[in-house]
């Protein structure tokens, strides 16, 4: 079955970086597109990035762009979030994201906070 585990989370102070991770399995990695999603405390789920299937195209909210980036290795079936400058905004939950045959599956979230 499909699983997306996500890790890297964490406490760190504004202008500071965190990279995430997202271990897939269960799919033919390589063939779909990953995204990553947040949910800040009280607000709705927000797409953040997303990367195709071969990584060479990208997009970005218009809040990250700049800051943010993401890649993944198709040989270790992994995404990443390379978060830079980081805001107290940033604040949230962060999910990893594949779609696969109009069913969304999503990793369990892992927590980042932007605090001093």
């Known amino acids: 079955q499909v699983q997306l585990v996500e890790s890297g989370g964490g406490l760190v102070q504004p202008g500071g970086s965190l990279r995430l991770s997202c271990a897939a399995s269960?799919?033919?990695?390589?063939?779909?597109?990953m995204s990553w999603y947040r949910q800040a405390p009280g607000k709705e789920r927000e797409l953040v990035a997303t990367?195709?299937?071969?990584?060479?195209?990208?997009n970005y909210a218009d809040s990250v762009k700049g800051r943010f980036t993401i890649s993944r290795d198709n040989d270790k079936n992994t995404v990443y979030l390379q978060m830079n400058s980081l805001k107290p905004e940033d604040t949230a939950v962060y999910y990893c994201?594949?779609?696969?045959?109009?069913?969304?599956?999503w990793g369990q979230g892992t927590e980042v906070t932007v605090s001093s």
């Open positions: 994201n594949c779609r696969l045959y109009s069913t969304d599956y």
């Open positions: 269960g799919f033919t990695f390589s063939w779909y597109a």
């Open positions: 990367i195709s299937g071969a990584g060479r195209r990208t």
